[in-house]
């Protein structure tokens, strides 16, 4: 079993729906927890971070965290096209001022999203 | 200019050649990775590097070796590439020892690499 899974997708939504993105894990040690977006042909780029449990929120973006489920989500609203790319999850047991493996970051395969204009 | 440039963008070599993947980076992180991505596979990390003088293997480094010429550059080789070694590869950065937080990585745009 992988520490972290995510459904690939593809996920196709007219453009102004609510998005719904999802992570489970098995490491109940993992503390960390981010979004990562990638366009087509780029790396990824951090869209949101949060610690521990509870919500965080960047304009349209809702990140959630619920530790006693083991499940993270990504909530984008008014999707626009521009959001077309691949949401990975990923998430880290501890800070950056841990070495070792301790805060190397495990990702999710990533879930496709395709808005439609 | 990119924080984390990698060259190159695209490689087309054949099976037994020998092929250099380079970071650089501006980004003045200590650390440095190097992943693959393969469809249906996501990112798996080859090798990370937490200083100069600090190399480890990631999950999949058979085939692959790195070096980290200085704090800013950290390079991937195949030494005798195979088809199935066809990948998009990135590198990417992060700064350690800054408290508790994690800031998470910086990554490249990549190179897509095909083995043929």
């Known amino acids: 079993q992988k520490e972290v899974e995510q459904d690939p997708g593809p996920l196709s939504v007219p453009e102004g729906a609510i998005v719904s993105l999802n992570c489970t894990y098995s490491?109940?040690?993992?503390?960390?927890f981010m979004w990562y977006r990638q366009y087509s042909r780029k790396g990824p780029e951090l869209l949101m971070y949060?610690?521990?449990?509870g919500n965080k929120e960047d304009g349209r973006f809702t990140a959630q965290v619920d530790k006693s489920s083991k499940y993270i989500s990504l909530f984008i609203r008014d999707s626009q096209p521009s959001d077309s790319a691949t949401y990975l999850c990923?998430?880290?047991?501890?800070?950056?001022?841990?070495?070792?493996?301790?805060?190397?970051?495990?990702f999710g395969t990533g879930t496709l999203l395709a808005v439609q204009p | 200019d990119a924080d984390v440039t990698q060259t190159p963008r695209n490689r087309i070599t054949k099976t037994g050649k020998r092929i250099m993947l380079e970071c650089s980076q501006t980004?003045?992180?200590?650390?440095m990775y190097w992943y693959r991505q393969d469809p249906g596979l996501g990112l798996r990390l080859i090798y990370y590097?937490?200083?100069?003088?600090?190399?480890n293997k990631g999950e999949i480094s058979d085939g692959y070796s790195v070096s980290r010429q200085a704090q800013a550059k950290f390079s991937l080789s195949l030494e005798s590439a195979i088809p199935n070694q066809t990948a998009l590869y990135f590198c990417?950065?992060?700064?350690?020892?800054?408290?508790?937080?994690?800031?998470?990585?910086?990554f490249g745009s990549g190179t897509r690499l095909t083995v043929v």
């Open positions: 990923a998430m880290s047991r501890g800070g950056m001022n841990y070495g070792g493996a301790t805060n190397k970051l495990i």
């Open positions: 949060t610690y521990s449990s």
């Open positions: 990417a950065t992060s700064k350690g020892g800054q408290g508790a937080r994690h800031y998470g990585y910086t």
């Open positions: 590097s937490f200083d100069v003088k600090d190399i």
């Open positions: 980004k003045g992180h200590d650390r």
């Open positions: 490491n109940s040690a993992f503390q960390y």
